[in-house]
């Protein structure tokens, strides 16, 4: 056996390890469901505008992504997309939120709409901060 390092590792390598890290979970974790959670703002051609992804996963509504386009910023649509999330989220049996965001994007808007910052990781990823929130629902 060796060691082989990759700067530019395959999408197929990543799965590898990832599909073999999840068999371990599924042997060690509690059981749980996982979902996934898409909720848009589109035109009627059916171009987003605006949306929000994650999982649910056990207790927590995981968001990946939440984003709105610049010309509809500042008119609440993103606090909808997060309460359509939660809302959501509660009906399958969630009880908290998690979500990441990064210093230039949205930390305010959490903490606005109840969100707890639990970390900040600084100078990433140089210089810029990212940071973690929680909500109980």
Request: hydrophobic share 35%; with cysteine; glycine share 10%.
């Amino acid at each position: 056996m060796k060691f082989k390092i990759i700067a530019n590792v395959s999408k197929q390598d990543v799965e590898e390890i990832h599909s073999q890290l999840k068999k371990y979970n599924r042997l060690k974790r509690e059981a749980s469901e996982s979902i996934p959670l898409g909720i848009f703002y589109e035109e009627i051609e059916g171009e987003k505008k605006a949306g929000l992804t994650g999982e649910l996963f056990g207790n927590w509504l995981c968001i990946e992504y939440l984003w709105v386009s610049e010309e509809l910023r500042g008119q609440g649509l993103g606090g909808e997309l997060l309460e359509a999330a939660e809302k959501e989220a509660v009906l399958h049996g969630a009880k908290y939120v998690f979500v990441d965001t990064f210093d230039f994007q949205a930390p305010g808007f959490y903490v606005k709409h109840g969100y707890e910052q639990v970390f900040k990781l600084f100078n990433y990823p140089y210089t810029g901060a990212r940071y973690y929130y929680i909500k109980r629902l």
